[in-house]
């Protein structure tokens, strides 16, 4: 056999290799990239998604959360930039599209601006744009809202997992010129961040 033969060959079979895995992906529900897209949420964030006033903002930004296999944790990162102000703090709020809701899950926060939230670990620090931060939330750091009808600890974050994945949770960015948020994106699977 010649060797040019045998490449044509070798290429032949990694490409149904690659046919092959790139199926059972999507036999699977997986999206070929490794997420599971019951399990993995991503959006972008944009000044247009904000309420109750829609923001006209250069600032923008993305969100991923994977929530674990035993929906105890959820692993995210998040990111922005070109932002108007100072950053303020970023958030997961309890709220469908076009909504606005409380807040129930901090990202990060800015203690130069505001104050640490009461009755939860300290989250991070946000660092001034553009910044990329990631972590990891739990039911320890959940915020009862009870006008919302979400409670506190294991039980309210429960409950967020399932308003993440029915879409009825958004991720945004305050900053100091936009107290109420600057940018923001809802929380849907991975293959749809449109708020």
């Known amino acids: 056999m010649t060797q040019s033969r045998i490449v044509s060959i070798a290429a032949v079979a990694a490409l149904a290799a690659m046919s092959a895995t790139t199926t059972l992906a999507d036999k699977s529900g997986g999206n070929g990239d490794g997420r599971d897209n019951d399990n993995t949420f991503a959006t972008k964030l944009i000044g247009y998604n904000e309420t109750p006033l829609t923001i006209n903002s250069t600032g923008s930004g993305t969100f991923v959360a994977s929530i674990n296999k035993d929906a105890t944790a959820i692993s995210y990162t998040l990111t922005y930039r ?114």
């Not at 606005?100 to 899950?105: A, F, H, P, S, Y």
């Not at 009862?144 to 409950?159: K, L, P």
């Open 82 to 195: 070109d932002l108007s102000s100072e950053v303020a703090q970023a958030h997961i709020h309890f709220g469908r599209p076009s909504l606005t809701g409380q807040i129930v899950l901090f990202l990060c926060f800015n203690p130069a601006v505001v104050a640490q939230p009461a009755g939860v670990p300290m989250p991070q620090t946000c660092p001034p744009p553009p910044a990329t931060i990631s972590g990891t939330l739990t039911a320890a750091d959940v915020i009862a809202r009870a006008t919302q009808g979400i409670d506190g600890g294991a039980a309210g974050f429960a409950e967020m997992v399932k308003a993440i994945r029915a879409g009825a949770a958004y991720a945004n960015v305050h900053s100091v010129n936009f107290p109420t948020g600057e940018i923001r994106g809802a929380l849907g699977p991975a293959d749809d961040d449109n708020d």
